[in-house]
């Protein structure tokens, strides 16, 4: 039996609480003039925000019996990079935001020069983590993690992905130019989590397709998911702004498809992400269980 999202809420928590103690340990703010870089990279990485990426990874890394602490540190890296990539695209060059996990963003709680310096610094930190021996004792697997996190959250990944988006203002997406923004700027590091857990247990490359599908269905499935709280959701529930992208006059998947065909879509891709995993047993049912989230909350 498949847990429902609802059982998800203590692994959330506790992956939540284990990404908090691991920056606080991993970035004590020194007592020198870097003291405010190193607080406003706290303010982004300690506190709010799903962690859906690290809890991806640790999944991931369950498939394949994975050390836990190991698992952890991959995860930490991939959320340092993701809180490297909010606050770049909060500012005001970008998508110039005001809050973000229900708090002022970087540039607001700081100012514009300390919020890239923090961003770049937690760029660094996350390949510092995957190349440190801690993280696997086969130098070929902390390559492999380092070369695929660079390549997803680069120009053919996430950085390229938000290239797209900052030009949706102006280009004309159908559905399949969206579907490719969303598959970069989203889905790349949505499947470095997946691939991850193969590159930590060492699953030869061939055996890796059903991982690889899943995450990009499910990736799909969370940013339909989110263009719907972008239109149906407050930001009392999603610590953010709402409603930019009609704003802003950005195609998305809900005004290329409309809330229900969209909502009924999204359901189709998470069906579709869990069938991927039919070949696992119970070490898949938190990725299971993930992926019915995806679409089931509410910020």
Do not use: N, W
């Not at 607001?108 to 440190?132: Q, R, S, V």
């Not at 809330?259 to 047993?281: K, N, P």
């Amino acid at each position: 039996m498949v847990p429902s999202s609802l059982s998800l809420k203590p692994a959330i928590e506790a992956i939540g609480k284990a990404i908090d103690q691991r920056f606080d340990r991993l970035l004590p703010v020194p007592d020198d003039s870097r003291a405010r870089l190193y607080e406003a990279m706290r303010h982004s990485v300690i506190g709010g925000g799903k962690r859906m990426r690290p809890l991806l990874v640790v999944a991931s890394c369950d498939l394949f019996h994975v050390d836990r602490e190991r698992a952890l540190r991959v995860a930490l890296a991939i959320e340092a990079i993701h809180c490297y990539s909010l606050i770049h695209d909060d500012l005001p060059c970008m998508d110039d935001d005001d809050l973000r996990r229900g708090k002022p963003t970087v540039h607001k709680a700081f100012d514009e020069a300390t919020a890239i310096l923090a961003g770049d610094c937690l760029h660094a930190i996350a390949f510092e983590i995957l190349a440190d021996p801690a993280t696997h004792e086969d130098p070929f697997a902390r390559a492999e993690l380092v070369t695929e996190l660079a390549v997803a959250s680069g120009p053919a990944g996430m950085g390229g992905g938000q290239m797209m988006d900052l030009a949706a203002g102006d280009t004309s997406y159908d559905l399949a130019g969206i579907t490719r923004l969303q598959q970069l700027k989203t889905g790349a590091l949505i499947q470095f989590c997946l691939e991850a857990g193969a590159i930590m247990g060492r699953l030869p490359e061939s055996q890796r397709t059903p991982l690889r599908g899943y995450a990009r269905d499910l990736g799909l499935a969370f940013q339909i998911a989110d263009d719907l709280l972008d239109v149906e959701g407050s930001s009392a529930k999603t610590g953010k702004a709402v409603q930019k992208d009609a704003a802003a006059g950005k195609a998305t998947f809900v005004s290329l498809m409309g809330v229900e065909r969209a909502r009924a879509q999204a359901g189709i891709l998470i069906d579709q992400a869990i069938a991927h995993l039919s070949s696992y047993g119970q070490e898949a049912d938190l990725l299971r269980a993930i992926a019915r989230f995806a679409i089931e909350r509410d910020s």
